[in-house]
């Protein structure tokens, strides 16, 4: 079965120069835990999670009016709307994602993915499970995770 359906339509997204406080505010208002970051052109050139927001911005004194771009991860992994299911939920299992920006065949976006679409959903077969758990394996990539060393204690609460 294709990604395109099961995957979210609905897909907000922003523009890398809007502010963290707008994604903060769709992000609440719409319920959803990332937003894909688009160009002109609808092309998908980063991502910022909730968990990015709190980690790279909050946590290390930024500002919630500074623009996506410092703050988005920019290199992203997207998939076309052509994809399988199985290969979604293999691509989260190794690069240890729960979202992924969906594109059609010209790079635009036309929706996004989650773990969430995939467990609740009979064709992922249970595989869903099998993924989490791989996306919950603890990372040894610093690269994407600045953060990776830190312990709960050294996180200012």
């Given at each position: 079965m294709k990604i395109s359906?099961?995957?979210t339509r609905k897909v907000f997204y922003l523009g890398k120069n809007n502010s963290v406080s707008e994604a903060v505010k769709i992000m609440g208002s719409e319920d959803v835990g990332a937003i894909p970051i688009t160009d002109q052109f609808n092309k998908v050139i980063g991502i910022i999670t909730d968990r990015d927001i709190v980690i790279r911005c909050l946590y290390q004194d930024g500002s919630l009016e500074l623009a996506l771009?410092?703050?988005m991860t920019s290199n992203v992994t997207t998939v076309e709307e052509e994809a399988t299911i199985g290969t979604v939920i293999t691509l989260m299992s190794e690069k240890q994602i729960k979202r992924i920006p969906v594109t059609n065949h010209e790079g635009k976006l036309t929706g996004i993915v989650s773990l969430g679409d995939l467990a609740t959903h009979s064709a992922s077969d249970g595989k869903s499970s099998e993924a989490l758990r791989n996306i919950s394996l603890p990372s040894n990539d610093h690269v994407s995770n600045p953060n990776?060393?830190?312990k709960v204690d050294n996180f200012p609460l």
């Open positions: 359906a099961i995957m771009e410092n703050y990776h060393d830190n």
